[in-house]
């Protein structure tokens, strides 16, 4: 079991940015989080994945946010932290953090979920 607590979203222009963090508050082992990713779905949306990111660091985005999104982790910490800058209204949706002990890249199969966070991106 691995038990995900997401950072409180926000509302910024379009243009602005945004940081969000979610933190491991328990797990039965370390490796249940070896990948973490980040998705989002907008109000009507599917669920889509933004970016995940494994055990040493490597990363994948989705095309929709590359070079305007960071992800990061601190394996001591436990923390992931999504950094979004050049933020724009179709960003808009509630955000998940999610973890999996498997490489899942950007599908939504993760095992693992946080409660999600809402964040409004206006134009």
């Known amino acids: 079991q691995v038990h995900l607590v997401e950072s409180v979203g926000g509302s910024v222009q379009a243009g602005g940015s945004l940081r969000l963090s979610c933190v491991v508050s328990?797990?039965?082992?370390?490796?249940?989080?070896?990948?973490m990713a980040w998705f989002r779905q907008g109000s009507g949306k599917e669920r889509e994945g933004v970016a995940q990111i494994d055990q040493y660091g490597i990363t994948v985005y989705a095309d929709s946010v590359k070079g305007r999104f960071t992800i990061s982790r601190d394996n001591l910490k436990k923390n992931l932290t999504l950094q979004m800058s050049s933020l724009k209204p179709e960003d808009t949706g509630v955000y998940y953090c999610?973890?999996?002990?498997?490489?899942?890249?950007?599908?939504?199969?993760?095992?693992?979920w946080g409660q999600g966070t809402p964040v409004t991106i206006s134009s």
């Open positions: 999610a973890a999996d002990w498997r490489g899942l890249g950007l599908s939504p199969s993760y095992t693992y």
């Open positions: 328990r797990a039965t082992w370390p490796t249940d989080y070896n990948y």
